[in-house]
């Protein structure tokens, strides 16, 4: 009967040192045991040595047998002389069961070619798992000159060491060789080796191009390889841009996700959305890229390597980190830092850049009661990031050039972000008025996201579309932007006043400014006209508050009659008339689009009749 046997130095040996070990031990001469083995063959599923000396030994390793002799392995491998000691007072025959074998059956078929003299070859793929192996063994010079822990290490320094090929190669081995490789110092020798060449090309090199070479090689190592070296070049000196753009490499290579690119909601609900949402749906389990957990750990390792210099990587690849940090659910602080930093490069980045997907954590069982989790895109992050601007540009007193630029960016945002019908007039409005007043020079941008999300909410109270309208400095359209307002029904009429004065005051010119020359040549104005049309408005306001005093007053005595189940009095009809010809509002009436129409085609002919008395004045003049 064969006892398996477990390694002879682990807990619960009996074995009691290797004092002994020459006692219960024949060497045998390198010639002797050359000739004791033929060749090594495969028969599935095991190895077997072809010799006219009979086996005596079977050594598995994973599910693969190795029949063998065991005099070859107890002359070079120490850990065999301890199981033949262990076993020389045992009745029992026995097999060897090596667990956790590093490099596994492949690794110990090449060691048991060395054992029995065959020639083996060394190359960049074996020699960190042959390695290791030689530990496992304790195969040293005390057993045999030559021995393979001295072979295996002398060409990792000299031979592997010396090459940056051979040396990623390795590294790339070493992904299950732990624990061995890091006890044995290979990986850290390895990346102490790429980084002192990493560091020497960078510092040779003019331009940050010319390192690309090496960022693709590094790109293949696992993520505590990258940092492991990534810290040591940083800590050389390294310049910032040269890590980032590192970084980038890395990122591209294990995060593919990273660089769908959304274009907003122009096709919003026709399944374009749909497809690149799920390209970066959130899940716990494989999302097609590797699994959650590694996708976390490689995003907040990278984002942990970044230097803090704002030019070691673009605004653009932050946000898309920002993206995936989101997507995986990252640390809130990790978050955080990403904001911070978008922040401080915020003018850099493009509208496609801030559009975010907001996820949701299924898991959590969350129940959504606020309209704004329910938007497509996180628009919270977005303020976030914006307020994190403002509150620097505080504080380095920024130029104005970067304001407008902002007030650009996030006007375009706001246009994206309102054809989503479920973000709230409010949300809508905290974000159109993050900026100060000074920051936009003109609000042609700002008119087109108000415009956008009218169109998109339709069922938009009165009061709300008033609301949002105030946001809006009328003096700052352009001669267009006024144009398509005068027309436009989903604005309020208030607004509608505002913007035909706005023509008429700066004589149809498009500049906020009035200080377009062609259009003052074409269009002359004189002051007599916006003397003219001033007195008319004050006419308009003069007629309305007496009528608006005459309408309380009637309102009163109805009341005070209680005559509240007849019809409707005559006077109450007359009343609405009036207040169809000027478009009068009072609180509690709901005019309805026929009478709202009524009212602007009233405002046109009081602006038509001023525009012939204008033009008929200019021919008296003339």
């Known amino acids: 009967m064969k006892k398996p046997l477990a390694r002879p130095d682990s807990p619960g040996s009996d074995f009691d040192g290797t004092d002994h070990v020459h006692e219960h031990s024949i060497i045998l001469p390198s010639k002797l045991i050359t000739s004791i083995g033929d060749s090594l063959e495969r028969k599935e599923p095991s190895w077997l040595i072809t ?25 070079k491998c120490g850990y065999m002389r301890r199981v033949d000691i ?80 051979d040396t990623i190669t390795v590294l790339n081995t070493c992904e299950d060789l732990s624990p061995w490789v890091d006890n044995l110092q290979i990986v850290r020798r390895c990346c102490d080796s790429i980084a002192w060449k990493a560091s020497r090309e960078s510092t040779s090199a003019n331009t940050v191009d010319e390192e690309g070479w090496w960022f693709h090689e590094l790109a293949t190592l696992r993520i505590d390889h990258f ?9 050389k000196g390294t310049r910032p841009e040269i890590i980032g753009k590192c970084i980038v490499h890395y990122a591209q290579r294990w995060l593919p996700g990273i660089n769908v690119e959304l274009e907003g909601l122009r096709g919003y609900g026709h399944g ?48 898309q980190m920002l993206k995936m940090a989101n997507v995986y659910s990252a640390s809130p602080a990790l978050i955080s830092e990403l904001e911070k930093r978008v922040g ?9 850049d801030l559009l975010i997907p907001r996820y949701k954590n299924a898991d959590q069982g969350k129940q959504i009661n606020s309209p704004e989790e329910h938007t497509v895109y996180d628009t919270d992050l977005v303020q976030r990031v914006v307020e994190y601007f403002l509150m ?44 100060p007043e000074n920051a936009r020079m003109f609000h042609d941008g700002l008119y087109r996201a108000i415009d956008t999300y009218l169109k998109t909410h339709p069922s938009l109270p009165e009061h709300d579309r008033r609301r949002l309208c105030k946001i809006m400095n009328c003096k700052k359209l352009s001669l267009d932007a006024c144009s398509h307002a005068a027309q436009n029904d989903r604005l309020p009429l208030r607004t509608v006043v505002q913007v035909k004065m706005r023509t008429t005051m700066q004589g149809k010119d498009p500049s906020p400014n009035g200080n377009n020359s062609e259009e003052e040549g074409n269009q002359p104005t004189t002051d007599m006209e916006i003397k003219t049309l001033k007195a008319e408005l004050e006419n308009v306001k003069l007629k309305m508050v007496e009528l608006q005093s005459d309408y309380s007053e009637l309102q009163h005595e109805y009341d005070r009659i209680g005559n509240k189940h007849k019809n409707t009095p005559r006077w109450s009809m007359s009343w609405r008339k009036i207040k169809k010809s000027f478009h009068i509002k009072v609180d509690g009436d709901d005019d309805t689009e026929e009478e709202r129409g009524e009212g602007r085609q009233t405002l046109n002919s009081i602006s038509n009749r001023s525009n012939r008395s204008s033009f008929i004045r200019r021919l008296s003049i003339a």
């Not at 949402?277 to 942990?304: A, C, M, P, T, W």
């Not at 630029?405 to 006007?411: C, E, F, P, T």
């Open 344 to 352: 401080m490069t915020l003018e850099d980045a493009n509208v496609n």
């Open 392 to 435: 620097l540009e505080q504080q380095q007193l920024q130029q104005q050039t970067e304001n407008i630029n902002i007030s650009k960016l996030l006007d375009s945002y706001l246009a994206e972000i309102a054809r989503d019908p479920n973000l709230s007039v409010t949300k809508f409005q905290v974000l159109a008025e993050l900026l």
């Open 272 to 319: 374009k959305n749909d497809l690149q949402f799920s390209v970066l749906s959130r899940s716990n389990e494989d999302v097609g890229y590797g699994h959650g957990k590694e996708q976390k750990e490689i995003i907040e390792s990278l984002v942990s390597l970044l230097p803090p210099q704002p030019e070691a990587v673009s605004c653009k690849f932050l946000l």
């Open 227 to 235: 940092m492991r070296i990534m810290t040591t070049i940083k800590a």
């Open 51 to 75: 010799s006219q000396i009979p086996i005596d030994l079977t050594i598995q390793v994973e599910e693969v047998s190795f029949n063998v002799h065991k005099y070859p392995l107890v002359s």
């Open 86 to 165: 262990q076993q020389s007072n045992s009745s029992y025959d026995y097999d060897i069961k090596l667990e956790n074998f590093p490099g596994g059956s492949e690794t110990f078929e090449i060691i048991l070619k060395f054992c029995y003299g065959f020639p083996i070859d060394f190359n960049s793929k074996n020699i960190a798992p042959l390695r290791c192996a030689a530990e496992y063994l304790d195969m040293t010079e005390e057993l045999d000159d030559g021995n393979l822990v001295t072979k295996t290490e002398a060409f990792l320094t000299f031979v592997v060491l010396s090459s940056w090929k």
